[in-house]
């Protein structure tokens, strides 16, 4: 069963705005990521936060994870017509392994020049 | 170094037909696994490898067998293909549990 699920489904912004994405989970978890995935293309890692932390920066990427109300946020400040992609969430920590990460179903950023 | 790399990009079988897809890292990476990509249902998990000669089930192995005789290889086998088999399939690896995982670019698979 799905461990994230991201909230929006889809997202249209246009370019130099921020863009907010959320990521709700349902058991405890070791870490939480934020991978992209251009269209046809694999995901790339963005960002890893781990339980014990509360924010994360990455460049223009800030991840927020709040453990008791098992949810996270990825934020994309100024954004550019190249970020246009799909974004999951990734939890591990699933039946007390590490290795098996858990994907939501993704959240479509479009970014209009 | 080519990171993940996965054969074929693209293949069309037919119901019944068996292939292997291929996949193949070269970051000495322990873990590797199988997700599958369908529309509205995110990545799902197949199969998984910590290390050479050790294999699991993920969340959708029905279908589907692994191997892995070397570090480097993960095959995903399917033994007879189902028209609910078409989908985008996705290797994966990383170094440690927990870690980012390094993902190829994907086969996409038509079962017809």
């Known amino acids: 069963s799905q461990q994230g699920e991201e909230d929006p489904q889809a997202l249209s912004i246009q370019e130099g705005e921020n863009a907010t994405m959320n990521c709700s989970y349902k058991t405890s978890i070791n870490n939480l990521q934020w991978y992209r995935q251009n269209s046809g293309r694999g995901l790339v890692h963005l960002i890893l936060?781990?339980?014990?932390?509360r924010e994360k920066h990455s460049g223009r990427l800030r991840v927020t994870l709040d453990t008791s109300k098992k949810s996270s946020s990825l934020l994309i400040t100024a954004s550019r017509a190249a970020d246009t992609a799909s974004y999951f969430c990734a939890t591990d920590g699933s039946g007390g392994s590490n290795y098996k990460l858990t994907f939501g179903k993704g959240t479509l950023l479009t970014v209009n020049p | 170094n080519a990171g993940v790399t996965q054969t074929p990009k693209f293949q069309v079988l037919k119901t019944g037909q068996s292939m292997t897809l291929q996949c193949a890292q070269d970051?000495?990476?322990?873990?590797m696994s199988w997700y599958r990509q369908d529309p509205g249902m995110g990545l799902r998990l197949i199969h998984y490898?910590?290390?050479?000669?050790?294999?699991d089930q993920g969340e959708v192995p029905n279908g589907y067998n692994v191997s892995r005789s070397t570090t480097e290889d993960f095959p995903l086998r399917l033994l007879s293909a189902a028209p609910s088999q078409t989908s985008v399939y996705f290797c994966?690896?990383?170094?440690?549990?927990?870690?980012?995982?390094?993902f190829g670019n994907g086969t996409r698979l038509t079962v017809t």
């Open positions: 970051m000495n990476h322990e873990y």
């Open positions: 490898s910590v290390g050479a000669g050790i294999t």
């Open positions: 994966a690896s990383t170094l440690v549990g927990g870690s980012p995982l390094h």
């Open positions: 936060i781990r339980s014990n932390e």
